[in-house]
């Protein structure tokens, strides 16, 4: 089994819909982060747990609720998105939410595909 | 925001050649990351860079930290077909997930 699993791989969804993608991490990391991957553009964080506590909010619109219950499982809820919201989410999650290493790196999982129509 | 700029964005070369990317900035990092991402799949990290002027290399990979701090190089000897997908350079200002910064990326297509 993969270290970060991610589920769905892909998803298609209307403005009006309400959606969560699931993201799990098998490895005992402490930290988890969404990123979201716009073609031709960096990744963007959006979202960093340490501990199950939300350490970080990169100005994200309010449409993106996160959620960790516990510190192997992180959710993003999606309501109300836009067609410019597709992209690919990616869950990472790593040992420190500080610093990371060959040793410890930063951990992503396969992403799930997000069109909204 | 902090920016770096990878090039080149693409890149379509014959197997068995070599290749080159870098990336560059206006501001100083601690670290320079290396990532690749295969079609389908999430980034993983290649090579760590940790003092100005390091040179490291992973197999057939070869990174080096930029003297300056602001820049970072990475070479591939010999290229082969699973050599394709999509590098990302990332740099490192400080502590915390938002101080590691991304490039835009280098697609790499190999012509067997």
């Known amino acids: 089994e993969t270290g970060v699993t991610q589920t769905p791989r892909h998803l298609v969804m209307g403005m009006t819909n309400k959606k969560s993608l699931k993201c799990e991490q098998h490895?005992?990391?402490?930290?988890m982060y969404w990123y979201k991957q716009s073609a031709k553009k960096p990744l963007e964080l959006m979202f960093v747990?340490?501990?199950?506590?939300?350490?970080e909010n990169n100005s994200v619109p309010s449409r993106f609720s996160p959620e960790c219950p516990n510190s192997s499982h992180l959710f993003l809820h999606l309501h109300t998105l836009q067609p410019e919201d597709s992209a690919l989410y990616l869950c990472?999650?790593?040992?420190?939410?500080?610093?990371?290493?060959?040793?410890?790196?930063?951990?992503f999982g396969n992403g799930t595909r997000l069109t909204v129509t | 925001g902090q920016q770096l700029n990878q090039s080149p964005q693409s890149m379509f070369i014959q197997e068995g050649e070599d290749v080159s990317m870098n990336c560059t900035s206006s501001?100083?990092?601690?670290?320079w990351l290396w990532y690749k991402q295969d079609p389908g799949e999430g980034p993983v990290l290649l090579i760590a860079?940790?003092?100005?002027?390091e040179l490291t290399s992973n197999g057939r990979l070869t990174a080096q930290f930029g003297i300056t701090r602001k820049d970072s190089f990475l070479n591939i000897s010999a290229s082969i077909p699973s050599d394709v997908g999509i590098y990302f350079c990332a740099g490192q200002l400080g502590e915390g997930a938002q101080k590691l910064v991304f490039g835009q990326g280098t697609r790499l297509t190999i012509n067997p």
């Open positions: 490895l005992g990391h402490n930290a």
């Open positions: 990472a999650s790593s040992q420190d939410p500080g610093w990371w290493t060959v040793n410890s790196p930063l951990h």
């Open positions: 501001s100083i990092f601690n670290t």
């Open positions: 747990y340490s501990l199950e506590e939300r350490v």
């Open positions: 860079l940790y003092k100005a002027g």
